[in-house]
C-alpha cells in the first residue's frame, strides 16, 4: 500500500469532523490545532546525524504544520526510544535548543526502548485557521522563503559538495510561525511544504476543488541553491522545504514576504508552465511512502 492508499482506507473509519477527512495539516478542535508527525532514521534523517539535529527536525516538522493552521504552539508530547547515554542526552541538548528557539514547551509523551523512529504530537491555538480547501478559481498561489535548499542539503549530506547553509536547511529546517499567524487572517487557503511544492501544491488544489497552475520560472531559488547547480524542477519536486503555500484573493498582496508563482483556476490537476507556455510534468512530483 502506498501512503495515499492508506490514508484513503482510513477515510472509511469512523472520523471525527475535527479530522477535515484526513486531508489537511492538522486537526482542529475548536481553537486547538493538533498534529502528529514521526521522523525515521534512514528515511527522514541519516544515520549520522546529530541527536540535537534530529530533536530539531522532529520538533520543527511538527511546528510547521501548526504554521500552516495560523497556530501560536501551545506545547508538544513527545514519542522517543532510548539509545544510549550519551545519544540521549544529546537528543535532550537539541530537544531543550529547539523548544526554547519556538517558545513551545513539553506536556508529556511517552519512553520505550527499540527502534530508531521518534514521534511528536503539537498541539497549537488559533482563532483564525485556514484549511487546504478554500482556494477558488481566480486565486492566486504563492509560497514563502526558498525551496529547493534542503533537497540540496540532503544530496551534501550524503556526501556532495556544496555550502554549510544547504546543508544546514535539511537538518535544522525552521517552521515559519510568524508568517503563518501573519497570513491566516488573509489567506483562502494554506499549507506547509513537506513532500515537495509541486504534488503539495497539487494537494491543495484537490482539496480545493480547482485546478492549479505553477510558473517553474517564478520559483524562488536561493542564490546558493542557484551557485549550487540545482534547478526550479528539482527545488519543486524534493521536499523537506517546511515553508508555507498559500492563496490569496487576485490583486491582493500578502503581509509578509513571499512569491507568486502561479494561480487557480477552474478544474482539477497540475500545469506546470516555463515562458508562459505548458511543460510536461515530472514522472514523480515529490514524496510518497510506500
Ligand atoms: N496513520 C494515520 N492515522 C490517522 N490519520 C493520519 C495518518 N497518517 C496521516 N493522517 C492524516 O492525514 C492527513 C494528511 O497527513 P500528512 O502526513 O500527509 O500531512 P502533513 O503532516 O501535513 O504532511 P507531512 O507528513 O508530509 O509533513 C492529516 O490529516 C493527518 O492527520
Ligand atoms: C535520509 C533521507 N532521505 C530522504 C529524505 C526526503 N524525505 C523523506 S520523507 C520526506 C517528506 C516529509 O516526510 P513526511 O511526509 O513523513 O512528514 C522527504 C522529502 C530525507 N529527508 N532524508
Ligand atoms: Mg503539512
Ligand atoms: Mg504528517
Ligand atoms: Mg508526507
Known amino acids: 500500500m502506498t501512503e495515499a492508499d492508506f490514508l484513503a482506507a482510513l477515510r472509511t473509519l469512523p472520523l471525527h469532523p475535527g479530522a477535515l477527512d484526513l486531508r489537511d495539516d492538522a486537526a482542529r478542535l475548536g481553537e486547538l490545532v493538533l498534529t502528529t508527525d514521526l521522523i525515521v532514521e534512514s528515511v527522514h534523517f541519516l544515520p549520522d ?7 530539531w527536525k522532529l520538533v520543527a ?64 491555538r488559533a482563532t483564525v485557521s485556514p484549511t487546504r480547501s478554500g482556494a477558488q478559481a481566480g ?9 529547493g535548499d534542503a533537497g540540496a542539503g540532503l544530496a551534501i549530506a550524503r556526501g556532495a559538495d556544496g555550502p554549510a547553509a544547504l546543508l544546514a536547511r535539511y537538518r535544522r529546517p525552521t517552521p515559519r510561525l510568524a508568517e503563518g499567524q501573519a497570513l491566516a487572517p488573509h ?6 511544504v513537506s513532500d515537495g511544492l509541486l504534488i503539495d501544491a497539487e494537494r491543495l488544489a484537490a482539496a480545493s476543488g480547482c485546478a492549479v497552475t505553477i510558473a517553474l520560472d517564478a520559483l524562488p531559488l536561493s542564490p546558493k541553491y542557484r551557485a549550487w547547480g540545482g534547478d526550479a524542477l528539482a527545488s519543486a519536486t524534493a521536499g ?21 508563482i502561479g494561480s487557480m483556476s ?15 510534468l515530472p514522472p514523480t512530483l515529490g514524496w510518497q511512502h510506500r
Open 49 to 55: 546525524d546529530s541527536p540535537g539535529d534530529v530533536a
Open 61 to 124: 516538522a511538527n511546528l510547521s504544520d501548526l504554521a500552516a493552521k495560523g497556530a501560536v504552539p501551545e506545547g508538544v508530547l513527545l514519542g522517543y526510544p532510548l539509545r544510549d547515554d550519551k545519544w540521549d542526552a544529546a537528543f535532550l541538548d537539541g530537544l531543550r535548543d529547539v523548544l526554547t528557539t519556538f517558545g513551545c514547551a513539553l506536556l508529556g509523551g511517552d519512553t520505550v526502548s527499540g527502534g530508531r523512529s521518534y514521534a511528536l504530537t503539537a498541539i497549537g
Open 139 to 147: 486565486d492566486t498561489l504563492w509560497v514563502t522563503g526558498t525551496i
Open 187 to 192: 489567506v483562502t487557503a494554506m499549507m506547509d
Open 240 to 260: 523537506d522545504d517546511y515553508e508555507l503555500l498559500f492563496t490569496l484573493p487576485s490583486g491582493m498582496e500578502p503581509p509578509v514576504a513571499a512569491t507568486r
Open 266 to 280: 477552474e478544474g482539477a490537476g497540475l500545469t506546470l508552465t516555463r515562458d508562459g507556455a505548458p511543460v510536461p
